[in-house]
């Protein structure tokens, strides 16, 4: 994990969050399934596209960002923008489920399938979870079977134009069954590691996976 970035100093909306997390807001205790249901429980649906983040974005063009990709893996990537899109690209649409409960539908994002990353990077055997480092000092934790789920992506498109800088431009993580938080904006590093090691959020009273269908929102849920 890259640790030249601290987060920035805790705004009123994190603390509100932090808040939520502790008296268990929007619980629903009621449970669903995709197959049956397309909006998780608790959630609404918006049409408009809401920015939530720790309150500052990362001035990064294209020119300058890079990824990298390290840890438990046979080949460490230090990829620039034009190496990330000579690769193989993909075009997935998706639902996004916030924990602060909206819904958006039918998000068309491009860029490269988190699947081709790892054919690309070659997570060792005991490679078992990831950890996300954003521009802005972000960080949230996924076990590699999340991450490698075949819809997840690192975006750097949405609806056919280059991803808004408000929403993680250069590039972003798309992990669509897990709540937003998961899906780091403005990514930066990706670490591969064999014991886990909990992020921004999930030290701050969030669910350490985060599904939207069993409403997986705080820890202890
Ligand atoms: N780097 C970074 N990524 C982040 C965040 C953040 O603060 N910094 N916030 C997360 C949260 S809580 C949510 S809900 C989504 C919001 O993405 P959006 O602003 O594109 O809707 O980004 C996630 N990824
Ligand atoms: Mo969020």
Request: overall charge negative.
């Amino acid at each position: 994990m890259s640790d030249d970035d601290e987060p920035p100093a805790e705004s009123k909306l994190t603390r509100t969050k932090q808040r939520w997390a502790r008296e268990g807001r929007f619980l629903t205790g009621r449970v669903s399934r995709p197959e049956q249901e397309r909006l998780p429980p608790g959630q609404h649906l918006t049409r408009d596209w809401p920015t939530l983040d720790l309150g500052m974005t990362p001035d990064i063009s294209r020119e300058r960002w890079r990824l990298d990709v390290h840890g438990a893996v046979e080949n460490p990537i230090f990829w620039t923008f034009a190496d990330l899109t000579a690769e193989r690209q993909s075009h997935f649409v998706s639902d996004i489920h916030c924990v602060t409960t909206w819904s958006r539908y039918d998000n068309s994002w491009d860029g490269l399938a988190t699947r081709d990353l790892l054919e690309a990077c070659r997570p060792r055997d005991e490679a078992r979870f990831v950890v996300l480092s954003s521009y802005d000092g972000y960080t949230t934790n996924l076990p590699l079977e999340d991450f490698a789920a075949e819809d997840a992506l690192l975006a750097h498109g949405w609806s056919g134009a280059p991803l808004a800088a408000e929403h993680g431009g250069p590039v972003r993580l798309v992990v669509p069954h897990l709540y937003f938080w998961k899906s780091a904006k403005w990514l930066k590093a990706i670490e591969f590691l064999e014991q886990d090691a909990p992020g921004y959020w999930e030290v701050r009273g969030y669910h350490n996976r985060g599904d939207p269908w069993t409403e997986q929102r705080y820890s202890g849920d």
